[in-house]
């Protein structure tokens, strides 16, 4: 896709290569994300516009919000799906989530409870934008040992590892898979984020690229969303 302006060409990103949404907050009701029905078909029907053909939905699960847990997850999306089947809209909607690292992705764990994918065996989680939590190693070691592969959710976005990339580094040196945010690379964010984003994709640490969809704002930043020297790196490094 391109997009002329005065003598100048914007190349739009080309979604149609990656054709599989990994990260998005597209089922309704579930957090804050897509708030209804209404919504996630408008949202999707968007997506399917700029070149997606399947999707990974990835409600939040933590403590004490929302509520997610695997069983209301899938109903949902099953739910979701049949609804649009309905009105002729035929959908393929893997049902994931977004794990936060905290007391209940532990006692998860433990249990030996099973999560949902995102991909096979890819686990994704986040931790809280303020700091990591003191365990996110050990938890990251519990995931190995499980039989997952955990995924670390937008990296770029946290600004602690701004200043501390060797602990990001640490990260990727466990094994732990990276998820960047396609927004970021566009500036959505903030700049600081972008250009992070960018120095990540310049390791060469960019394994998967997600929307991380919420609302109609992120949709109309996609649509406008350049095809940047940092988005080609990452894209021909990613393995989704």
């Known amino acids: 896709m391109i997009h002329f302006f005065g003598n100048r060409k914007k190349v739009i990103f080309p979604y149609h290569q990656l054709k599989r949404d990994v990260h998005a907050h597209i089922l309704p009701g579930l957090d804050d994300g897509s708030p209804d029905e209404a919504h996630s078909e408008a949202l999707i029907k968007g997506m ?41 809209l035929e959908l393929s909607i893997a ?39 003191h365990r996110l190693h050990d938890v990251i070691f519990e995931l190995f040992v499980k039989g997952y592969e955990p995924v670390f959710a937008h990296p770029e976005r946290y600004s602690f590892y701004f200043r501390d990339r060797s602990a990001l580094k640490r990260l990727k040196d466990m094994g732990c898979l990276m998820q960047c945010n396609l ?24 394994n998967m690229l997600g929307t991380d ?15 940047s020297k940092g988005l080609q790196r990452a894209l021909a490094a990613v393995s989704q």
């Open 48 to 88: 399917i516009d700029l070149g997606y053909t399947e999707f990974t939905a990835t409600p939040h699960v933590m403590c004490d919000l929302f509520g997610n847990n695997r069983e209301g997850i899938i109903k949902t999306r099953d739910g979701f799906v049949s609804d649009m089947k309905a009105k002729g």
């Open 95 to 133: 049902a994931g989530a977004e794990y936060l690292v905290d007391e209940q992705l532990e006692q998860l764990l433990k249990e030996g409870a099973p999560l949902l994918t995102i991909q096979g065996n890819r686990v994704l989680i986040e931790v809280s934008f303020i700091e990591p939590p």
């Open 183 to 206: 927004l970021s690379f566009g500036g959505y964010y903030g700049k600081s984020v972008k250009e992070f984003a960018q120095w990540i994709a310049e390791q060469g640490w960019v």
């Open 213 to 227: 969809l919420h609302h109609q704002r992120h949709l109309e930043g996609l649509q406008k969303l350049s095809f």
